[in-house]
């Protein structure tokens, strides 16, 4: 019986990890790990029993958590992204991961450790580079990128009896995704209570990116947890690009509402590169994990979760608008 023990799980992606987490430790034939949950809060429905109150900021106090603990694996998800400013971006990334890589050190026995990253890291990538492999140099360009990569450095400089593994995520979306990003913030506008045609505010509709449900890319963590090989970054998206754009003109589809697109200058400056596609040869080759979700449920569900838990908090929501597949 192995010990897991789960950061950020309050967050968009550690909440479909620990949905995952079960069903892929039963998959795994581990039905007897116990499963923990370490942060400053403990998730809705999560079980106090199971939660490890500690602070990524409070070294002393992160130490004795982990000493009481004493994981086996671990999948550290915490962090921020933008638009958070670029001192916490850091603080969050890479000081917070650093802490928890000095309180795991303090062990001295061998605990597996999967730091989920970010395709920001690899910074602008040419056409000719497509699909981008772990093997492509990174240069970011902006404080997200430079913290996640630098997180990543730190990690991969571990050795035994540490044995760490980067899973580098690409565009995550699916259901829960917050407004913050582009396929969020689309559907948070597309319930407001505005007579159509609804001005729809957006940015550069042409970019193109590697989106990957997050669902699998919660199952690809535990698969890179179990199977992956220590010391390497692995890539986790689709292997396929697709437009904003493309994703913009589906969820309006979704929403049956008539919609009039406005760009927005300050949304158009274009942030990062023209196209980016994962190269998953790897995780494939050393986990058998592959994605199953398509582009198009992705967002179907991303949209009927946000109409559900915009009618249960504004009745009127429900009675104006109406799914149309």
Sequence with gaps: MATWLITGATGFLGRHLLDVLDSELLRAGRTGDAVLVLGRRCPTGWPEQSFVRADLDDPVGLQEAIGKVVPDLVIHTAGQTPPAPDDALYQSNFWATIRLLNALRSLNRRVRVTLAGSAAELGPVPPSALPVAETYPCSPLEAYGRSKLLATIAGLAERPPLELAVARVFNPIGPGLPPTQAFGEFA???????????????????????????????????????????????????????SVGEGLDLLVRLSGRSVKVCVDPRRHVRKGPVDSRADIRRIVSHTGWRPTIPFEQSLADLWNDLRKRRDRSSPEVATRLSLTA
């Design 188 to 242: 948070a506008q597309l319930t407001a209570g505005v007579a159509d045609p609804l001005p729809l505010l957006v940015g550069d509709l042409e970019a193109r990116r590697d989106f990957v449900d997050v669902r699998d890319v919660a199952r690809a963590l535990v698969a890179v947890s179990l199977r992956g090989q220590p010391g390497l970054v692995y890539h986790v998206g689709s292997g396929q690009s697709r």
